[in-house]
């Protein structure tokens, strides 16, 4: 039984071993001869989809020359205009009319004759049908109503006249010869006024022509043109699996807005392998007709393209067959020479594996079976004096491996905190910089602007006052000045002028007071500890947040109550200390937009207060109190740690507290304390002592 399973998988291996290769071979052959056929055929697509389209659209853009042309000529002109004019007063059964029309039809008909149309009607500006070769009765028609007003001829005569230039319409099923057709509009001018439209209705046979053209296509291959009406493609013209195709067959789009006509009339030209109107899988090019907003397919039959495979595939079949025969053969002759020292070895190894390490095997030959068999031997002498080795040195790694996984902990731990630090310490240096840079680039146009207002009130006032002496002395001026003075209303500029230059006044000390807060804002990075007031950095902290105070569509504005005591100059890493005022006043604003949002009950205003004491014991207490939404007893203790926040994604790093905390705690040896419950707000005391302790302190 064990041979015949030996024998069995080395057949296998023998076929696995011939086969692959060559059906890897044989597959690749066969793909690249399909991929290179796919690769012509597209190519003979593509380019007969390109020459269509090109001739296409010449023949229309000629077309359009063509009506722009004969709308210019002027006997047609004379003739638009006398036959509106007589259309007009008598109708089109009237003398004056007939004489009219014996005059011009023959001339006009020779038009047709010479370009080959279907129609040409003539339409007044009202939108008459006031002549016709063809269509005797579409004289008198009116396209601005009835039920004419939504035909392809009311919307290409409409845009001709609108826009005043050539239009071309949709193929439409135009029912006065029963088959698709489209219109050429251009306008007449008579001294630049449009006087009437011409329209030209085109022949059919020259676009059929090119359209029912099969050269190249081989039997099944055919081309479509189609138009886009609301959520269908429309076939504007026959195709060669269904001559009525033309307004009869459409294909729904609403579900299948990747379907190759759909992409020609969006603009996007391509290729592929798609599925047909007919359900036949084919090898499509198509293109975009700007000139007729239609889209245009080329296609033929995969099955047509890929009948040369066929031949090649039963090559392939044949040769398979062949070379599975051959190869069996050879296995089984190989697989008996070889069995029956495998099997022997392979009993030998299921004792080895039950733990006779003592158990060696016979060597009956000197060939590859008889080395392994040898240095089987050779192995199981080792791997017994190795098996103590592996145990010790797998107690040696557990060890290890306790030990590295405590000392990973640490690191990372030290890697969060170090992180944490760089992030928020660079990103504060660039905002000091940042703030700074803009402080002192706006503080000197400002003190110039500030200083110059001064002498600019006077110089006004000194011109006001000789313009009032002017009035004075001269109450009688001449009346070019009389009439200028009344213009510019001089008594009101008299009166406002000092109030503009007072409230250009005033902004601009505001200005310079921003200026002082950003000032006092950026030594963000300072390194230096120095006695300060800190009113001023809370200040210019609230100064920074103005802007978030205001009220806004969502909730009113949000009143900052100020309770300061008189302190003396505080030691402090002053741009640090900021930073700490920032994130608490933020998050603090942040808690009363969240409660305005969520609604609580018994909210009349959104407030904040911020306290300052010194304590007895010289430690300076700042209390920042808002009635926000309050925080959890549970999140309380998270708040402080690195990457907490219960904010929205993207709102909030959880940085801002744990920063701050290490702020005051390590760098002034002080205290950052949390007091909060939800829905009664939140107080940060921030405790700091007056002096430091690197510093010696004043007597």
């Not at 003592?358 to 240095?375: H, M, R």
């Not at 680039?441 to 207002?453: D, H, Q, R, V, W």
């Not at 608490?584 to 609580?600: P, S, T, V």
């Amino acid at each position: 039984m064990k041979n015949k399973k030996l024998v069995n998988k080395l057949l296998l291996w023998f076929l696995l071993i011939a086969l692959v290769p060559l059906s890897i071979v044989t597959s690749i052959q066969y793909y690249m001869a399909r991929n290179s056929l796919i690769k012509e055929v597209n190519n003979n697509l593509i380019s007969i989809a390109d020459s269509k389209a090109k001739f296409l659209d010449f023949y229309i853009h000629e077309k359009q020359k063509n009506a722009e042309n004969l709308a210019q000529i002027p006997n047609i002109i004379e003739a638009t205009e006398k036959y509106q004019k007589a259309f007009n007063e008598n109708g089109i059964d009237a003398r004056q009319y007939q004489q009219i029309d014996q005059k011009y039809r023959q001339f006009i008909t020779n038009y047709l004759d010479i370009f080959g149309y279907s129609d040409i009607l003539l339409i007044s500006q009202a939108g008459n049908t006031i002549f016709s070769i063809n269509n005797a009765k579409e004289i008198g028609k009116n396209y601005y109503k009835g039920t004419y007003k939504n035909s392809e001829v009311a919307k290409v005569f409409d845009r001709a006249k609108t826009l005043m230039q050539v239009e071309i319409s949709n193929f439409t099923y135009y029912t006065s010869n029963n088959e698709p057709t489209a219109f050429i509009a251009a306008p007449i001018f008579k001294k630049n006024l449009i006087i009437g439209v011409l329209v030209l209705q085109l022949n059919n046979q020259e676009f059929n022509k090119v359209v029912n053209d099969y050269t190249g296509l081989g039997k099944s291959g055919e081309t479509i043109v189609g138009s886009l009406v609301d959520e269908c493609i429309i076939f504007t013209a026959p195709t060669r699996h269904d001559q009525k195709a033309a307004f009869q067959r459409y294909i729904n789009i609403r579900n299948n807005q990747s379907h190759p006509l759909n992409q020609a009339n969006q603009g996007i030209k391509g290729n592929n392998i798609t599925i047909d109107y007919r359900g036949q899988e084919t090898i499509a090019a198509w293109r975009y007709l700007p000139s007729l907003n239609a889209g245009l397919l080329v296609k033929m039959d995969v099955a047509e393209v890929f009948k040369p495979l066929k031949t090649l595939k039963n090559i392939v079949i044949i040769l398979g067959i062949i070379t599975l025969l051959l190869v069996t053969l050879a296995a089984i002759i190989v697989a008996k020479s070889i069995s029956q020292p495998v099997i022997e070895l392979t009993k030998v190894v299921q004792e080895f594996a039950q733990g006779n390490f003592n158990k060696q095997a016979s060597v009956l030959s000197d060939d590859e079976i008889g080395q392994l068999e040898l240095s089987f031997n050779r192995m199981a002498a080792q791997l017994e004096a190795s098996f103590e080795t592996i145990q010790e040195r797998e107690q040696q790694l557990t060890t290890a491996k306790k030990q590295l996984e405590t000392v990973l902990a640490e690191v990372q731990q030290e890697a969060h905190q170090l992180a944490a630090q760089l992030i928020q310490s660079e990103k504060m240096s660039s905002l000091g910089q940042l703030v700074a840079g803009v402080a002192h680039e706006i503080n000197n146009p400002i003190n110039f602007i500030y200083g110059n207002l001064t002498p600019a009130n006077e110089y006004i006032e000194d011109l006001l006052k000789l313009l009032q002496l002017y009035q004075q002395h001269y109450p009688h001026p001449v009346p070019e000045i009389q009439e200028q003075a009344e213009e510019i209303d001089i008594n009101f500029l008299m009166a406002d002028l000092p109030k503009l230059l007072n409230s250009m006044g005033i902004g601009a000390k505001r200005i310079t007071e921003i200026v002082r807060s950003l000032r006092n804002f950026s030594r963000l990075d300072e390194a230096e500890m120095k006695a300060v007031n800190i009113h001023e950095g809370i200040d210019s902290t609230l100064m920074i947040l103005e802007n978030r105070l205001k009220a806004t569509s969502d909730r009113p504005a949000i009143e900052v109550i100020k309770k300061y005591t008189e302190l003396p100059l505080v030691e402090c890493y002053t741009g640090q200390l900021n930073q700490v005022f920032m994130n608490i006043l933020a998050n603090a604003i942040d808690a009363l937009e969240d409660r305005k949002i969520k609604n609580f009950v018994g909210l009349d205003k959104l407030q904040i207060y911020i306290y300052t004491e010194l304590t007895h014991d010289k430690q300076v207490i700042i209390r920042i109190i808002d009635n926000g939404v309050g925080i959890p007893e549970k999140l309380k203790k998270l708040l402080f740690d690195p990457f907490f926040t219960t904010k929205p994604i993207g709102k909030g790093t959880g940085l801002g507290l744990s920063i701050s905390y290490k702020i005051i705690t390590q760098q002034h040896q002080g205290k950052l304390q949390c007091i909060s419950s939800p829905g009664k707000g939140t107080e940060f005391m921030i405790t700091i002592p007056l002096y430091q302790d690197i510093k010696p302190r004043p007597s």
